[in-house]
């Protein structure tokens, strides 16, 4: 299965950016759709974006959409995800995520991503 990696997270002030990486090992990473999902104390988890396999169509969440953009470099395999105007509801730990192969485009629950990193933590307070 692939391995994934995530880095980048950290402490930022109200209105700061954050740029979360997260890099697969293995051959399957261009036929896979990514997503980001987040989880803060006491709440599920929580779809942030998701990204098909060529970068050409990307969807958001309601609650961070303008401010957040998600991006992939198949040749890295790497996905990004670039955080603006960051707010204090943003703290949360952040998962990356590989999509099971039959799942629908228009599916953002958690139970349709199969492979998942380890999280990193992004913390927005002053």
């Known amino acids: 299965q692939v391995q994934l990696v995530e880095s980048g997270g950290g402490l930022v002030q109200p209105g700061g950016s954050l740029r979360l990486s997260c890099t697969a090992s293995?051959?399957?990473?261009?036929?896979?759709?990514m997503g980001w999902f987040r989880q803060a104390p006491g709440t599920e988890r929580e779809f942030v974006a998701t990204?098909?396999?060529?970068?050409?169509?990307?969807y958001y969440s309601g609650s961070v959409k303008g401010r957040f953009t998600i991006s992939r470099d198949n040749a890295k395999s790497t996905v990004y995800l670039q955080m603006n105007s960051l707010k204090p509801e943003d703290t949360a730990v952040y998962y990356c995520?590989?999509?099971?192969?039959?799942?629908?485009?228009?599916?953002?629950?958690?139970?349709?991503?199969?492979?998942w990193g380890q999280g990193t933590q992004v913390t927005v307070s002053s």
């Open positions: 995520a590989g999509k099971r192969p039959n799942s629908l485009w228009s599916n953002h629950e958690a139970t349709s991503y199969d492979n």
């Open positions: 293995g051959r399957t990473f261009s036929t896979t759709v």
């Open positions: 990204i098909n396999r060529s970068g050409s169509n990307t």
